[in-house]
């Protein structure tokens, strides 16, 4: 079983309409992240979080908010989706104690299209 | 503002060739240095680290990472490639006085029989 699981793995959706990626795992690490990838961009941060009390913003967070509900669990809400979000979003987690010089691990990714 | 370039977007390699991936970043100081792979249908995963000592930096599956300080890059190198290396390739960069990791935008390596 993967150690980060993404739910869904894809989804088609309308613009306007309320989308929640959801990310669980079970590797104990308290940091969590999101990340956006486009082609040609890479991967981009939108929200991530350190320990349950603890959100912050990425470089591109407009057009999303998180929750934390548990050390294990981290979602990222498109409250109104539009087109231009349309990419593959991969959560991570990594070891606390490193800062960012710590390794990323990544789930599967969700891929979301937005018509 | 801080950045890292992949200047290769698209590699198309035939197997045995030797492959070398460039990597630049615009930040000063001390820098943490990662490759990480992503292959078909896969999640990302970390093919090697740079954060100090040994400028040559040895990863799995027979990868290794020059860090040149004085060129800003961090080139990955393989000497003899594999259709099994088929990927994207992400360089990621962290330091410089900034508290974040930065991806470059990828390198799409596609390795022919």
Redesign the interface.
């Known amino acids: 079983d993967?150690d980060?699981t993404q739910t869904p793995r894809n989804r088609i959706t309308k613009t306007g309409k309320r989308i929640m990626l959801e990310c669980s795992q079970t590797k104990g690490h308290d940091r969590m992240y999101w990340?956006r990838q486009d082609p040609?961009?890479?991967?981009?941060?939108i929200y991530y979080s350190f320990d349950v009390k603890d959100i912050n913003k990425?470089?591109i967070s407009d057009g999303y908010s998180v929750s934390r509900q548990a050390q294990a669990k981290f979602s990222l809400s498109l409250e109104s989706a539009i087109p231009n979000q349309t990419a593959l979003y991969?959560c991570?987690t990594s070891v606390p104690g490193q800062?960012?010089?710590g390794?990323?691990f990544?789930?599967?990714?969700s891929r979301l299209t937005v018509l | 503002a801080q950045s890292?370039s992949?200047h290769n977007?698209h590699v198309i390699l035939s197997e045995a060739a030797s492959l070398e991936l460039g990597c630049n970043y615009s930040y000063g100081g001390t820098v943490?240095l990662?490759w990480?792979v992503q292959y078909p249908g896969?999640?990302?995963?970390?093919l090697l680290?740079y954060?100090s000592g040994d400028p040559l930096v040895k990863g799995i599956k027979g990868f290794e990472a020059e860090f040149i300080k004085s060129k800003f890059s961090f080139n990955l190198r393989k000497p003899s490639v594999q259709w099994s290396d088929t990927a994207e390739y992400?360089c990621?960069v962290?330091?410089g006085g900034y508290?974040?990791?930065i991806?470059?935008?990828?390198t799409r390596l596609a390795v022919h029989p």
């Open positions: 993967a980060v990340y040609g961009l890479g991967l981009r941060l990425g470089e991969f991570a800062g960012w010089a390794e990323l990544f789930g599967e990714g | 890292v992949q977007h943490n990662f990480y896969q999640h990302l995963q970390l680290k954060f992400f990621a962290n330091g508290n974040k990791l991806f470059g935008a990828g």
